[in-house]
């Protein structure tokens, strides 16, 4: 039986935490998260530093980030199946190797299709650790609202680790060396999953199915296809605008404040998700997902009046309010459509769905850059923000529907 620990009224994170092993899983899981962060920017910055183009920099990260989307809910299917340390051990040491053979060709010179293998290798292997510690979290306790209290926390995690990783990236990549980014996100990769592997105590045990349900692959249960084409666009809104603030950076002669902009983007979404995990709420977790998702198609579309560095800091600041809101709404959505036999790999759709969108965004927002400039970018950003606003209305009934029959049931 999971334990639970007294909750200082005061403090509902210093609560759960204090439950015996979190702290521990959860501090290297965020390590272990790090790369996220680091390794789209980070091979955008090298291979536009090494090769002079945008478009084939775009082109590298969506083979990287497709990978890890297509392959991660397979990894993720066989840690329900296995076990978290069976499958992710061989998987970190792969694709630790593929990221290094990605470093090594490009300071090499190597033709833009030799790019492409070690890109999907280094990304497919990479599975998701957010998803990890999240199912460790749903093993760890059993009170839905210190549930919500952790969920947040990791999306406040998710969001540090954004602001810390564009910063490092851009910065080493600008002032190092081009492939000096990558080169610390395998170091932290390496480092953060070996930490969290080792914990033995507080890894999920492997849940075995009804036969009803053991062939019912979790992105056809009622309600996931929706939810993987909204994460998908919102996915296209961060590729899109983590390419393009490069490019806008770099127009007005100051490239190296780029990771900063994209760290205030995180930062607004750390405060509004440690505001939103701190509260209990009764209303339907479907509405607040509507709310969050319209307000992100709002929030982005403030970026097509930024003039300066500073502006489009301020609009971003703005529209990442509504980041971690929604994704802990809409995690909560899909925990609520699964048993718990696929919990991991359900979770794993939800990061799998922003993983392919943000490789789209960031492919599709490159070639718009080399075209026609930083603004063409942007214009993908806030097509990819309504889109992602008017799926969610159109779905709403949907999702309220699916998401209370579970709870029923």
Partial sequence: M????ASPRSNPYAAVLRT???????????LARLPMSMVGIGAVLMVQGLYDSYAMAGRVAAVLGLAQAF????????VDRRGQRTVLLPALVVSVIGLGGLITAAVLGA??????????LAG?????????????????????RRLHTAYSLESSIDDLVY????????????????????????????????LFLMQRATEPPVVVPDAEERHRPVVLIPGMPVMVLIFVAMGVIFGSVEVTTVAFAEELGSKGLSGVVLAVFALGSLVAGLAYGARHFTSPAARRFVIGMAALGLG???VLLAHSLWTLAAAMFVAGLAIAPTIITGNGLVQDMVGRHQLTEALTWVGTSIGIGTSLGASIAGARVDDAGAAAGFLVTVGAGWFATLLTLAASRTLRRQSAARQRG
Wanted: aromatic share 8%; proline share 9%; charged share 10%.
């Fill in 20 to 30: 015996p092993g979190t702290l521990r899983f959860s501090a290297a899981g965020a």
């Fill in 111 to 120: 033709p833009e299709w030799v790019l492409w293998p070690f890109a999907a």
């Fill in 2 to 5: 999971p334990q639970t620990a």
């Fill in 300 to 302: 982005v579309s403030l």
């Fill in 71 to 78: 392959l991660a809910p397979q990894i993720a299917r066989w």
């Fill in 163 to 194: 602001i810390v990783g564009p910063v490092l990236a851009t910065t080493l990549a600008t002032a190092v060396a081009a492939p000096s980014a990558l080169v610390l996100a395998g170091v932290a990769a390496l480092v953060g999953g070996l």
């Fill in 124 to 144: 497919g292997t990479q599975g998701s650790y957010g998803s990890m510690v999240r199912a460790r979290w749903n093993h760890a306790l059993d009170d839905p």
